[in-house]
């Protein structure tokens, strides 16, 4: 009797939300970060000093329209450029520009020169070489320049 | 719960030494789980072992709930591509011994294609471009005898003819991952082969196709798809020649 009354009691319904296992697993749920190599994190800050620069261009482009509104406006923006902290500005500028530019031509020549794929990693040295060249010889007369040498 | 597996000897004492390594699954069961979740794994394991065979005993010994996709396991068939501690590999060519084995090996699912169930990822998305750039021999003549080509010619397309379609050059574009419309370096691959293959006579028909705006041109030559192709395939480098032929207006 309890053998046939046993098919048609239904099973308890499982909840919707089934208990989750307890598990000792890093806090890490979004995956970890792709490993790439220098081909990625040379593409990431070309990127960054990309966005930055036009940020720049930006600002740039206004405060150089401001000679339309009155020549007076412009001087005083102008002046306010003189500062300690705009002239660290001005470096890390310099420092983003750099970057880009001989990133840029790297770029160039790995789309367009037959060869350049093959040699990438070589010419991101390179281009790292020429950048610390570029800023060894800015960097220590422009802080001159800014901080009264 | 101990298991088995950790606490055995060896078979004799001067074989090659077994280890314990541990394995970190990002797992996900769309039936159970909102987020996909970490869980560890301790397995023995020879140094000769592929991270396949690890997955292999945490499914046969451990966790039969574990879901991954392998077919061939000798880096063939091209169905287990995974991120091993966070680069593109297949799981059948990378050896325990070429990893560090002192730290938890982190075994994750392809990056960029929807996520089913722990390591399988939905390949729809990356099958419909690949058919995009029309992957076949396109031939309007049609000679008496078989179709002529030299040494040379063949060889001009020999390193796209390895691609074994794995997914790992796509799912480790970095414009792939924020963008699902790029074609992707396996589909540039796969045209690639067709383009500048003398017998072909579709050529510009795929020039055209990738000269899209979601083409070619989206190509930031991170050289992520070169370093993960399990075939050594000079990915970059074909992506390359494809910008350069379309410029041209021929291969």
């Known amino acids: ?149 | 719960m101990s298991t088995p597996t950790i606490e055995r000897e060896p078979v004799a004492a001067d074989a090659i030494q077994s280890f314990t390594a541990t394995l970190i699954i990002r797992r996900f069961d769309p039936e159970v789980d909102e987020e996909p979740r970490w869980e560890d794994f301790d397995v023995e394991l020879f140094p000769t072992d592929r991270v396949l065979d690890a997955l292999h005993k945490i499914k046969w010994e451990q966790d039969g709930s574990l879901t991954f996709r392998r077919s061939c396991a000798h880096g063939v068939c091209g169905s287990d591509a995974m991120r091993i501690n966070g680069r593109n590999r297949l799981a059948c060519k990378t050896l325990m011994k070429d990893l560090d084995i002192t730290k938890p090996i982190y075994v994750e699912a392809i990056k960029g294609l929807p996520l089913e169930k722990d390591l399988i990822v939905n390949m729809d998305p990356f099958f419909e471009s690949f058919a995009a750039v029309q992957p076949f021999l396109i031939a309007s003549s049609k000679p008496d005898k078989e179709r002529r080509q030299s040494p040379a010619e063949r060889e001009r397309f020999d390193d796209t003819t390895k691609c074994i379609l794995c997914a790992a050059c796509t799912s480790s574009c970095p414009i792939f991952w924020t963008d699902g419309q790029y074609f992707g370096p396996a589909a540039i691959v796969n045209a690639h082969r067709f383009i500048f293959d003398s017998r072909d006579d579709g050529s510009q028909v795929r020039l055209d196709i990738l000269n899209d705006k979601e083409g070619v041109w989206r190509c930031r030559t991170t050289f992520n798809c070169t370093e993960a192709c399990p075939r050594g395939i000079q990915v970059t480098q074909a992506i390359a020649e494809v910008k350069q032929a379309i410029m041209r207006g021929k291969p």
Request: hydrophobic letters at 50%.
């Open chain 1, 1 to 149: 009797m309890s053998e046939k009354s046993a098919g048609t009691v239904s099973a308890p319904q499982p909840d919707k939300k089934y208990p989750l296992p307890k598990l000792s697993a890093p806090k890490m749920p979004r995956g970890t970060l792709y490993r790439g190599n220098t081909g990625m994190w040379s593409w990431v800050l070309h990127r960054i000093t990309g966005v930055a620069i036009f940020f720049f261009l930006l600002v740039h482009i206004l405060d150089t329209a401001l000679v339309r509104v009155s020549p007076e406006a412009y001087n005083a923006v102008i002046n306010q450029y003189k500062t300690p902290i705009m002239g660290l500005g001005e470096l890390g500028l310099v420092v983003a520009i750099g970057f880009h530019a001989l990133n840029g031509l790297r770029i160039i020549l790995i789309d367009f020169w037959s060869v350049g794929p093959r040699y990438h990693k070589l010419m991101f040295v390179v281009v790292i070489l020429l950048w610390i060249v570029l800023l060894v010889g800015f960097t220590p007369r422009h802080l001159m320049h800014v901080f009264g040498g």
